[in-house]
């Protein structure tokens, strides 16, 4: 039997207490360099660019895609053609084009032409209704997601957005819960469309916007677009997002999410595909105003 020893004791205890000591200290560093670290602003989303270096063929023959007047670029063969690269097609009068809203197909109308202002491209239909937002495409397929509608926010969509914005939140943690959409990417894949905003402050005084998916089955959430600032007097930039459009707008089966930013100046509209699993930034544009 081993003989007690105080000195033993109080040693194992006092190495314990380092331990710990120095553990607390190294969490405290990590946290004081995480800090120190932070960004004053960033956004977060996935982009690619192809739409801009199609060929000019393609873009001859492409014809365009349009919310709310604004071009915001165009489609050939379901390749996307940025609004620029629309500048060299040839179809830009008298053009057949179908008009949807957020809940419905309007019906066929005509592109009268198109015409720039400021650095934008727009253009003139004959749609009559100058109220409800819409969207007009060359497809004569039906575009709307099956069972696309606003739905009430539930617990499992303030779970998603804990979840998707994962380490973010360490900016700030707070969440409101603007609006969700449910609908189909394809007739399989079922999704939620989360528009979300920061409730207050957070703790290092900046805010945040943000559109969150959820990917019903296999519940995975994703961020499809973030924004913090952490100074929003001098943010002039700092975009609100919200969920504008969920249709097939080329064709090929699968939905596209439709957003809009809006700034102190500018609104923006961005097109987003569903490849390889999750979604991308196709197109965007942005209707400038004076600054």
Do not use: H
């Not at 007009?136 to 397929?141: E, F, L, R, V």
């Not at 100046?265 to 097109?271: A, D």
């Amino acid at each position: 039997m081993k003989k007690y020893s105080k000195e033993k004791l109080k040693f194992r205890r006092f190495t314990t207490f380092l331990a710990m000591l120095l553990i607390a200290m190294l969490i405290i560093g990590i946290v004081l360099l995480f800090c120190f670290c932070l960004k004053d602003k960033f956004e977060i989303s996935n982009q690619v660019n192809n739409a801009v270096s199609v060929t000019d063929d393609v873009a001859q023959n492409s014809q365009p895609i349009v919310i709310d007047n604004l071009i915001v670029g165009a489609i050939y063969n379901n390749s996307w053609v940025s609004a620029t690269k629309y500048l060299k097609s040839t179809k830009k009068t008298d053009l057949d084009t179908y008009v949807y809203t957020k809940t419905t197909k309007a019906g066929q109308y005509k592109i009268k032409d198109t015409y720039s202002f400021g650095d934008s491209l727009f253009a003139n239909t004959t749609y009559p209704n100058y109220i409800d937002e819409y969207f007009a495409i060359p497809g004569d397929t039906y575009a709307l997601s099956s069972q696309f509608n606003e739905v009430e926010p539930r617990e499992d969509d303030y779970k998603s957005v804990k979840k998707a914005l994962g380490i973010n939140r360490l900016y700030n943690s707070s969440m409101n819960i603007k609006s969700v959409y449910s609908g189909f990417v394809d007739s399989s894949i079922p999704i939620r469309i989360i528009s979300v905003t920061s409730s207050k402050r957070g703790m290092f005084d900046g805010i945040y916007s943000a559109i969150i998916i959820n990917f019903v089955d296999g519940n995975k959430s994703k961020i499809l677009q973030y924004s913090y600032t952490k100074d929003l007097e001098n943010s002039y930039d700092f975009p609100l997002y919200s969920v504008e459009f969920f249709a097939d707008l080329n064709g090929d089966g699968n939905s596209e999410i439709v957003t809009r930013e809006v700034t102190e100046f500018n609104v923006t509209y961005n097109i987003f595909e569903y490849k390889n699993g999750k979604f991308v930034k196709v197109l965007c544009e942005t209707m400038k105003g004076k600054s």
